[in-house]
């Protein structure tokens, strides 16, 4: 893979793949393994995606889900950055249908 690197998180898949589908079920494997996590850290590990992720909490999630670290953690190449050019009165879709200035007036001074 060439440029940048990006993963994708896949344990939701692979819990689901499995059956489970609760994240509150994961914590006694992970007990059972030596990785002690608070139902709170188990969700953020099911739900988000991990960043500082320990080694040993790696291992134990592939020793469960009897799985290769790549179907765990699917290495994509990184979308690039672009950002959207500002678009001017008149050009575009958008740009003809503009919000007209309200006027206020004052009661008696038309």
Do not use: H, N
């Not at 690197?5 to 689901?16: E, K, S």
């Not at 739900?47 to 040993?56: D, G, Q």
């Amino acid at each position: 893979m060439s440029g940048k690197l990006d993963y994708q998180w896949r344990l939701r898949t692979l819990m689901a793949a499995r059956g489970m589908f609760s994240t509150s079920d994961l914590r006694s494997p992970l007990a059972d393994r030596g990785v002690e996590l608070s139902t709170s850290q188990v969700y953020r590990l099911v739900v988000e995606r991990p960043e500082p992720l320990s080694i040993k909490t790696r291992v134990a999630l592939m020793d469960i889900w009897d799985c290769r670290r790549e179907e765990l953690i699917e290495p994509v190449t990184a979308a690039s950055e672009r950002r959207k050019a500002v678009v001017g009165a008149g050009s575009g879709p958008v740009g003809d249908f503009r919000p007209k200035r309200a006027r206020i007036s004052r009661p008696g001074s038309r």
